[in-house]
């Protein structure tokens, strides 16, 4: 039976899921000039960085047990994945939209 802190805990986890994805699809935005290229690397790196981290936070504990493999992945890596992308990509301008001082002498 799940107890109140391992639903919070598990909470913590996807939020932290969420942030990461969205701090890693804006750090791909920013460092890669083609457009292309940033959505290969968020589709094929995310994704595992989001598993790694579901996996170790499991493998402390937190969290509670969904029943399957394919619903753990689903609300820990699939979610998070898509509110952190959607999350950048409809809510904080775009890399382009900011003027930067020039800074050659």
């Known amino acids: 039976m799940a107890t109140v ?21 804006r750090f791909f935005r920013i460092q890669l000039d083609t457009r292309w290229g940033a959505v290969v690397y968020t589709v094929f790196i995310v994704p595992v960085v989001l598993a790694v981290t579901t996996i170790g936070a ?5 969290g509670v047990d969904l029943g399957s493999t394919a619903a753990a992945l689903g609300l820990m890596v699939g979610l998070p994945m898509g509110l952190g992308v959607t999350i950048d990509v409809l809510y904080v301008p775009a890399p382009d ?6 800074t050659a002498r």
């Open 5 to 25: 802190l391992d639903i919070v805990l598990m909470g913590v986890v996807l939020v932290g899921n969420t942030l990461l994805a969205a701090v890693m699809t």
């Open 58 to 62: 499991f493998s402390l504990g937190v």
């Open 97 to 102: 939209e900011y003027e930067l001082p020039d």
